[in-house]
């Protein structure tokens, strides 16, 4: 698949507030589904939804350039 990541300013700012064990966990999930289509991945209109652990990446994806946008990270009930 190889998708090209874009993280939002938003997105990122989240990323570095979690603990490292957690954003490493999210890192690893985007990465997985950016290179190889892996992941838990749910249609939430318009947007779609990416299962890391404890916390679901909202992101989009531009098919015509293969980029995926984070736009959020968020934490999921325990």
């Not at 979690?18 to 999930?29: C, K, M, Y």
């Not at 749910?42 to 994806?61: C, I, M, N, Q």
Request: with cysteine; charged share 20%.
């Amino acid at each position: 698949m190889n998708v090209t990541v874009l993280w939002d300013p938003a997105a990122l700012f989240v990323f570095y507030c979690l603990p490292p064990l957690v954003s490493a966990r999210i890192d690893r999930s985007v990465i997985a589904f950016a290179e190889r289509g892996e992941g838990h991945v749910e249609w939430a209109a318009p947007y779609y939804r990416l299962k890391a652990g404890k916390h679901d990446v909202v992101f989009t994806v531009d098919e015509p350039t293969l980029t995926m946008t984070v736009l959020q990270i968020l934490r999921m009930r325990p």
